[in-house]
């Protein structure tokens, strides 16, 4: 059974700095990864998906790595703002079949002025 | 043009009532889910539906059903409304386990 932990669970930083979020699953059988954004309130807002053979996705201030053979990712967020602030969560699918995504329980970012 | 929809968008309601919250998308994507959020921000799939095959999550209790009217459209029925039912209830959608997936707005469900 996959399961996807994400660290830290929060996380406070002054403005303009850089910062890593990480996720971690057991199960590297994995099609792709996708990191999502939330904020209070609201739905999910995709922000990247990694597929399996990809090591790494970019938009904008933002990129994502993946290491699958180690079960690893990390979103890094550069110079952040305080409209980056929201949980982000990272979820991945199962190696086959229509059974929707394993999430983790996500990290909640606060970006102080 | 919203991509994945949910109707309502706040569902209040007490305990014992039978209760739907509708769902579309408009990617003319093959597989829509079903997720539940609890109190603890916690996202967990209920349900994924594709070309009819329904795959239920073990734990989601029969008192939940599924319906898909066509390939746009899935419903999410629920009868006998307990207090722990309250939750954000979300929608989404793929074209495959490859290539990502949309979610809706969430439904927040009050059972009182």
């Known amino acids: 059974k996959q399961e996807v932990t994400q660290i830290p669970a929060a996380l406070s930083v002054p403005e303009g700095e850089n910062l890593v979020l990480n996720c971690s699953f057991t199960d590297s059988a994995i099609y792709n990864l996708q990191w999502f954004r939330q904020d209070p309130g609201k739905g999910l807002t995709s922000l990247l998906l990694i597929q399996s053979s990809q090591r790494e996705q970019t938009s904008g201030r933002l990129n994502a790595s993946l290491d699958k053979s180690s079960g690893r990712s990390t979103l890094y967020i550069a110079a952040s703002q305080p409209g980056d602030s929201a949980t982000y969560l990272c979820a991945v699918p199962p190696g086959g079949g229509a059974d929707g995504l394993t999430f983790g329980k996500g990290t909640h970012l606060i970006i102080q002025p | 043009d919203t991509a994945v929809s949910q109707t309502p968008k706040y569902l209040v309601t007490q305990m014992g009532n039978d209760k739907s919250i509708k769902c579309e998308q408009n990617l003319g994507h093959d597989t829509m889910y079903w997720y539940k959020q609890d109190s603890k921000k916690f996202l967990k799939i209920m349900f994924s539906?594709?070309?009819?095959?329904?795959?239920i999550n073990e734990t989601v209790p029969n008192r939940f059903s599924p319906k898909s009217p066509d390939k746009a459209h899935l419903n999410l029925h629920i009868n006998s409304l307990e207090l722990g039912d309250s939750a954000v209830y979300f929608c989404a959608s793929s074209q495959e386990a490859r290539t990502g997936q949309y979610f809706g707005p969430g439904t927040r469900l009050t059972v009182t």
């Open positions: 539906y594709n070309n009819k095959e329904l795959i």
